[in-house]
């Protein structure tokens, strides 16, 4: 079975200064991992996604994030917080392979505050 | 670019009464999985479809039961609501022949039940 744990149900970072958002998963086959991104009463947008080509993977709005493997970690990452980045977020986990149509399990969730 | 759809966006019903709930996937897109979430919760995936066939059940209740149709498009029949059933729904879909599992969600269907 596979499982996320996000570490930090709140983060609080400044204006301008980096972002970390920490995902471990669980997984008993190389995984497919995603973060999607949830702002209040909208659906679920997909930052970026893991999927073996490269373990550094960019996405949108200037995050990013690496496997590590020894770690069973997709931590994400921004430089440079921006006040829009305040939001939900979700860091997923799929054993798809090839293709297919399971389910995605995701994480608690991180609720990210920028502070001005 | 289009989007999946899912209507409605809102709906109230009172204990013991159904609801259908109904998405339709991104053009060219065969599959659609079904998510709830609770008030405070992350996604919990329901059930999903391929071709019209179920392809993956997670924790669905006896209660629910969905389908998909031959236009692709899915819809999450829910009976005898109770309290508990209050949360945001969601619809994803992929296309089958992409690999890596990548799903857009919908905006969600908000379901409150008094």
């Known amino acids: 079975a596979q499982s996320v744990t996000q570490l930090g149900s709140h983060v609080s970072v400044s204006e301008g200064a980096l972002v970390l958002l920490r995902c471990n998963y669980s997984?008993?086959?190389?995984?497919?991992l995603f973060w999607y991104v949830q702002y209040p009463n909208q659906g679920l947008q997909l930052l970026l996604k893991?999927?073996?080509?490269?373990?550094l993977v960019k996405g949108i709005n200037g995050f990013e994030a690496e496997f590590k493997k020894s770690e069973t970690s997709f931590h994400l990452t921004k430089p440079s917080a921006h006040m829009s980045d305040a939001a939900e977020y979700f860091c997923?986990?799929?054993?798809?392979?090839?293709?297919?149509?399971?389910?995605?399990?995701f994480g608690k969730g991180t609720h990210l505050i920028i502070q001005p | 670019a289009a989007g999946v759809i899912q209507s409605p966006r809102h709906l109230i019903k009172e204990k013991r009464e159904t609801a259908t709930l109904k998405c339709y996937p991104i053009?060219?897109?065969?599959?659609v999985y079904w998510y709830q979430q609770g008030p405070g919760q992350d996604p919990q995936f329901l059930i999903s479809?391929?071709?019209?066939?179920?392809?993956d059940k997670g924790s669905i209740p006896d209660r629910f039961s969905a389908q998909q149709f031959s236009d692709y498009h899915s819809e999450l029949n829910m009976s005898s609501l109770e309290l508990g059933d209050s949360a945001l729904y969601f619809c994803?879909?992929?296309?089958?022949?992409?690999?890596?599992?990548?799903?857009?969600f919908g905006p969600g269907t908000r379901l409150t039940v008094l």
């Open positions: 994803a879909s992929s296309l089958r022949e992409e690999a890596y599992n990548e799903q857009f």
């Open positions: 997984s008993s086959v190389p995984p497919y």
């Open positions: 893991y999927t073996s080509a490269a373990t």
């Open positions: 997923a986990v799929s054993e798809t392979s090839g293709g297919g149509a399971d389910g995605l399990t």
């Open positions: 053009p060219r897109h065969d599959t």
């Open positions: 479809f391929y071709e019209k066939m179920q392809s």
